[in-house]
Structure formats: C-alpha cells, structure tokens
C-alpha cells in the first residue's frame, strides 16, 4: 500500500498588490459595510454606522450581506463595493 501526501496550504497563485490609499477623512464619503453572516456581525455594524454618521459626518453607508461567511462575495456585492470610498468588514462571532 502506498503512500499519498497532499499539500495542505491553498497552492491558489495570489496576485501582490498595492493597497489604495486611505482617505484622510470620512466626512462626505461614501462608506460600505460589509457582513459576512457571522453571529453578531450585524450588531457590531449597526453601532458602527450610527458612529460613522455621527462623529464623522458620512455621507452615506451601503449595507449588504453575503450570502454565507464561508464563501468568497459573489461578483454582484464587490461591484457594488467599488462604488464606496471605504469599505468594513465585519468578523464577528
């Protein structure tokens, strides 16, 4: 009987990329709030776009919600993303 190793790191290829630059403020910005699905998720943004809105005079915060944490966003909600200044994601559990 033989012997199979498998590799168990993601062999994916993975693009290097420069992260864009901050925005030196929020004020007047357009900020996305992403939940991933994850217990509590939700709470942590609802509290973070009502700081948002408050403390740093946002123009408007997008909310959208994958379909399920253990996946990739589908094409759909990252488009809608780049349409944003900012964008965070919430890890919660």
Do not use: C, H, W
């Not at 693009?15 to 900020?31: F, M």
């Not at 994958?66 to 990739?72: A, F, L, R």
Request: hydrophobic residues 40%; positive net charge; glycine residues 6%.
């Amino acid at each position: 009987m033989s012997t199979k190793l498998i590799n168990p790191m993601n062999e994916t290829p993975v693009r290097v990329s420069t992260a864009p630059a901050r925005p030196r403020s929020l004020q007047g910005k357009i900020v996305g709030l992403l939940d991933i699905s994850k217990p509590g998720g939700n709470l942590f943004l609802d509290r973070l776009e009502q700081l948002l809105r408050e403390r740093f005079q946002v123009a408007n915060v997008v909310r959208t919600t994958k379909p399920t944490y253990s996946k990739p966003a589908p094409p759909g909600i990252i488009e809608q993303l780049r349409a944003v200044d900012a964008v965070v994601e919430a890890l919660a559990d």
